[in-house]
């Protein structure tokens, strides 16, 4: 089993910035693919950025790219979403993802076994 936390959401004005937090335990060295998932009222789930725990590869939506930076600190089993001019849009709540594998599309949620609580992201205008 892995346990994932999230940290480091909160209220900003649309330019600001965020940095989330996302700390695992348990079966750590399992993992091999870690990816950050948003969701706003009304919206499917939405993968915004992922991360290759070995070769550390990584993936974003078109919405975010230039904006947002997922890095990891391996030896700390944490993964980070450095948020930049953030947008209204960019609202929504943030969930952290594990899975044990590395196949499989990188933003498909169903791929995913293990998921954090969530941190909500509001961004003002």
């Known amino acids: 089993q892995v346990q994932l936390v999230e940290s480091g959401g909160g209220s900003v004005q649309a330019g600001g910035s965020l940095r989330l937090s996302c700390a695992a335990s348990?079966?750590?060295?399992?993992?091999?693919?870690m990816a950050w998932f948003r969701q706003a009222p009304g919206k499917e789930r939405e993968g915004v950025a992922g991360?290759?725990?070995?070769?550390?590869?990584?993936y974003y939506v078109d919405s975010v790219k230039g904006r947002f930076t997922v890095s990891q600190d391996n030896a700390k089993n944490t993964v980070y979403l450095q948020m930049n001019s953030l947008k209204p849009e960019d609202t929504a709540m943030y969930y952290c993802?594990?899975?044990?594998?590395?196949?499989?599309?990188?933003?498909?949620?169903?791929?995913?076994?293990?998921w954090g609580q969530g941190t909500q992201v509001t961004v003002s205008s």
């Open positions: 348990g079966y750590t060295s399992g993992i091999a693919f």
């Open positions: 991360i290759h725990r070995e070769s550390f590869t990584r």
């Open positions: 993802a594990a899975r044990l594998w590395t196949s499989g599309t990188w933003d498909r949620a169903a791929d995913f076994s293990y």
